[in-house]
Structures are given as C-alpha cells and as structure tokens.
C-alpha cells in the first residue's frame, strides 16, 4: 500500500497543510504515482495519496485538510471501497470537494451504489488530463 | 387412438419449446430445425390416428396419402437436423441425390393414384399395404436414412461429442420402429404403424440432450460475457496510467511528437475497444 505525500516541486513532505491539497485514493500504486505527477505539473500544492480506508483513517488530518477528494470506487476485492472512504468522509465533516473515479461499468455493484449519491460525480477511467487541470483550476490549485 | 394424440401432444410442446429455446437471442439454428421436424411430425400422428380409424378405402387412401406426404418432410428437416447437430460434411452429390430422391417420393405420393404407401394398388381391408416395390423401397430407403443418423451420432461421439451418444441411441430407437413398419408392410399385417412412436421417444430423449446442451451453452456464454466484462473493466487503469504518463511526458518536451500522437491514438483505439463491450443481454443463470 502506497501511502505518501507529493509537493508540486516533487518532494515529499508529511506535515503541509497548503490549500489547495488533493486527496486521490486508488488501489493502483502506479496510478497514485502518475496522478501526483500530474496534480504537481498542473500546479496543485499537494496530493496525499492513499491506497485504502485504512490509509485514510491514518492520515485523518492531512486528508481533511485537501480541499479535493478523488476517489477510486473500487479498492480490491473485499477490501472497504470508495464509497465507505466517501461515507468515512462525510463522517469526519470533510469540507472539500469529492468526485469518484471508476474504470468499471454502470452495472457494477459497487458503480451502482455509488451512483445514489446524487451530488457526487462519477468520472470514467480514463480521463483526459483536462478533467485533472479543471478539477485542479475549480479548487484554486491551476496556476 | 388416445396413443397417438398424446404422442402428438408431445410432438407439439417440443416443437413449440425448442422454438422457444432457438429464437432467444442469440438465435439457434439446431433448436429452430428440431422445432421445424417437431412441428411436421405433430399432425404425422393425428393423420397416423385417423389412417387407422379410416371407415373407408377412400379415407384410409387420403390419409396415408397425406402421412406419407409429412413423413418425406420429416425425415428431410431431420436429417438436417442430424447434420447440423453432428457437424458432418456430406459430399454436395450425396445432398443432391438424397433431396432429389426424397422429393420424387414426395411427387409420386401426391400424384399416384393411390399414394405411395398403395403404390401396389388399394387396401383389401382399409390399412392393410399390400405388398409392393415402391412402399418397401420407401421404407428401405427410411431405413437407410436412420441408419445414416445413427452412425453420424455415433462418429460424432467417438469424436468425443458426449451428447451425440444420447442423439445417436434415440435414432437408434426411432430406426427399430422404422424397421417394424418395413416388416409390417412386407409380412401384410395390420398392426398400426410404430413409425410415429419411434419419433416419440426420440422426440424425448432429444429434447432433454438439447435443453441440457442450452443450458451448457448459456452458462458458457455467461461466464465468456463476464471476463470479457471484467477484462474491459480492468483494462481502465492501465489505460489512465499510459494516458497520464504520454502527457507528462509531453509536457516535458520527453517524446517526440509524432509519436507521441501514435500513441495517443493506440490509447484512444483501446478506450473505443473496451467501451465497445457493451454489458449483455443475457442474464447469467444461478
């Protein structure tokens, strides 16, 4: 489980609390890599990158801080999935934005589920990189 | 009498299941032809009812006129049936001759004077044959056509086509009840004809193996449908990755452009690839 920190300038830091933070959840360790990559090069101050619930509960602070929360809806097979880290979310009062990700089809379980929460959007795996520089320029995190 | 009407009755609910059972999506020929024979023999038996309840000769002419007429069609579309079930490869001549042999007895049936079945002149006592070239060579030439039957289920199986055995055994079953109508006619006796029984209990047998064969298919279908699902769905994150990663790597001026843009659309072709799976129309069974 990959659970870290990454600064636009691409170092790596625990104990930021900048604006314009990013949360990104996602089972995938490569994926968490390239989307802080990608947040950095777009100008977002951090993205705190969690690889489950539990990873999330761990960091409580940093990820209450964010001001965006992205979301992967499926996190493993039998492991607590976006929507419990969303339902966590709610939970803690988080203040911020959140948005799930899936690459998996409406008729998923899990798809299906998440879709009932009305006010969140759904985005499709895989997203263009202009839905990232949007997400980023709506929380104040674009140059 | 009351035989042949529940024989017809069952001829009628297969032939109206295996419909059932071919038109679903995605439609299956084998089922449409056994539905087709199915649907062909069901009168078969009501005219093999009133041929035996004839009160005259004339009666008993027009209906064994009739059920030889239904009999030609039978044993065609179930050949057919046979040869698509099997998967066999019959010489295009062998197809020919066997369509043109099998509409001469139909031609002869609805023209001579008497039908095929009384090719030797009229019945003595209403439905007894009397004894003649033509209606043995028919029935002979039915035997024939059964006994092809058999041995194509019976290759098929020892090809290792576990449900050609069952196929194979009710042709079997129906090629005794062809053979004691042949010894029917040539011994000149009056014992109904067992023909229309013989396809009964095939029409039996065949049904289960068939429905049993669906299902098989249906859950291999289901099961197909599901990893393609999966692998559709799994296939998203690696694409994300590739996707982000041709970006950034843009954007730090490390690819060149072309190919960059190559890649770009190897991306976009397998994100219109997955996305073109659509989720099914079959429901997977429990």
Same mark, same amino acid.
Not at chain 1, 8 to 27: E, K, P, Y
Not at chain 1, 63 to 92: F, K
Not at chain 2, 245 to 257: H, M, S, T
């Given at each position: 489980?990959?659970?870290?920190?990454?600064?636009?300038?691409?170092?790596?830091?625990?104990?930021?609390?900048?604006?314009?933070?990013?949360?990104?959840?996602?089972?995938?360790?490569?994926?968490?890599? $390239?989307?802080?990559? @990608?947040? *950095?090069? =777009?100008?977002?101050?951090?993205?705190?990158? &969690?690889? +489950?619930?539990? !990873? %999330?509960?761990?960091?409580?602070?940093? $990820?209450?801080?964010? @001001?965006? *929360?992205? =979301?992967?809806?499926?996190?493993?097979?039998? &492991?607590? +999935?976006?929507? !419990? %880290?969303?339902?966590?979310?709610?939970?803690?009062?988080?203040?911020?934005?959140?948005?799930?990700?899936?690459?998996?089809?409406?008729?998923?379980?899990?798809?299906? !589920?998440?879709?009932?929460?009305?006010?969140?959007?759904?985005?499709?795996?895989?997203?263009?990189?202009?839905?990232?520089?949007?997400?980023?320029?709506?929380?104040?995190?674009?140059? | 009498?009351?035989?042949?009407?529940?024989?017809?009755?069952?001829?009628?609910?297969?032939?109206?299941?295996?419909?059932?059972?071919?038109?679903?999506?995605?439609?299956?020929?084998?089922?449409?032809?056994?539905?087709?024979?199915?649907?062909?023999?069901?009168?078969?038996?009501?005219?093999?009812?009133?041929?035996?309840?004839?009160?005259?000769?004339?009666?008993?002419?027009?209906?064994?006129?009739?059920?030889?007429?239904?009999?030609?069609?039978?044993?065609?579309?179930?050949?057919?049936?046979?040869?698509?079930?099997?998967?066999?490869?019959?010489?295009?001549?062998?197809?020919?001759?066997?369509?043109?042999?099998?509409?001469?007895?139909?031609?002869?049936?609805?023209?001579?004077?008497?039908?095929?079945?009384?090719?030797?002149?009229?019945?003595?006592?209403?439905?007894?044959?009397?004894?003649?070239?033509?209606?043995?060579?028919?029935?002979?030439?039915?035997?024939?056509?059964?006994?092809?039957?058999?041995?194509?289920?019976?290759?098929?199986?020892?090809?290792?086509?576990?449900?050609?055995?069952?196929?194979?055994?009710?042709?079997?079953?129906?090629?005794?009840?062809?053979?004691?109508?042949?010894?029917?006619?040539?011994?000149?006796?009056?014992?109904?004809?067992?023909?229309?029984?013989?396809?009964?209990?095939?029409?039996?047998?065949?049904?289960?193996?068939?429905?049993?064969?669906?299902?098989?298919?249906?859950?291999?279908?289901?099961?197909?449908?599901?990893?393609?699902?999966?692998?559709?769905?799994?296939?998203?994150?690696?694409?994300?990755?590739?996707?982000?990663?041709?970006?950034?790597?843009?954007?730090?001026?490390?690819?060149?452009?072309?190919?960059?843009?190559?890649?770009?659309?190897?991306?976009?072709?397998?994100?219109?690839?997955?996305?073109?799976?659509?989720?099914?129309?079959?429901?997977?069974?429990?």
């Amino acid at each position: 489980v990959v659970v870290s920190t990454q600064t636009a300038n691409g170092g790596r830091s625990g104990s930021s609390r900048a604006q314009t933070t990013v949360l990104f959840v996602d089972d995938d360790a490569d994926l968490l890599g $390239v989307v802080a990559e @990608a947040f *950095a090069v =777009l100008g977002s101050a951090r993205t705190v990158q &969690a690889g +489950s619930l539990t !990873d %999330v509960e761990r960091r409580r602070d940093e $990820v209450l801080s964010s @001001a965006l *929360a992205i =979301l992967d809806i499926n996190l493993g097979p039998n &492991a607590p +999935s976006g929507i !419990d %880290v969303y339902r966590w979310l709610e939970r803690a009062h988080y203040a911020g934005k959140v948005v799930f990700l899936t690459g998996y089809a409406d008729d998923d379980p899990a798809v299906r !589920d998440a879709a009932t929460i009305g006010h969140v959007p759904i985005l499709r795996k895989p997203i263009p990189f202009e839905t990232l520089a949007k997400l980023a320029a709506e929380i104040g995190g674009a140059p | 009498m009351i035989w042949f009407a529940i024989a017809a009755g069952m001829c009628l609910s297969s032939a109206v299941l295996h419909l059932a059972l071919g038109i679903a999506r995605p439609a299956q020929t084998t089922h449409i032809v056994f539905a087709a024979a199915m649907a062909i023999i069901f009168p078969f038996q009501l005219v093999s009812a009133k041929f035996h309840g004839s009160a005259s000769i004339e009666e008993s002419i027009f209906y064994a006129r009739l059920g030889v007429a239904l009999a030609i069609a039978f044993m065609v579309v179930f050949t057919v049936f046979i040869r698509r079930y099997v998967s066999i490869d019959v010489p295009s001549w062998l197809t020919t001759a066997y369509l043109a042999a099998s509409a001469a007895w139909l031609a002869y049936d609805l023209v001579a004077p008497h039908g095929l079945l009384f090719a030797a002149g009229p019945p003595s006592a209403f439905t007894r044959v009397p004894l003649g070239p033509l209606p043995v060579a028919w029935h002979a030439f039915n035997t024939l056509n059964v006994v092809w039957c058999v041995a194509a289920g019976w290759r098929a199986a020892r090809h290792g086509r576990r449900s050609a055995i069952v196929i194979s055994l009710g042709a079997m079953a129906f090629l005794v009840t062809v053979f004691v109508d042949l010894l029917r006619d040539v011994l000149g006796r009056e014992w109904p004809f067992v023909g229309g029984f013989g396809v009964m209990f095939m029409t039996t047998v065949m049904s289960v193996e068939l429905a049993l064969d669906f299902r098989d298919n249906q859950r291999l279908l289901a099961k197909l449908l599901g990893d393609a699902m999966r692998v559709r769905d799994q296939l998203n994150t690696p694409l994300q990755i590739v996707r982000f990663d041709l970006e950034l790597a843009a954007a730090r001026g490390q690819l060149d452009p072309t190919a960059l843009s190559r890649m770009q659309r190897a991306v976009d072709r397998l994100m219109r690839l997955g996305r073109s799976l659509r989720s099914a129309s079959i429901e997977p069974l429990p």
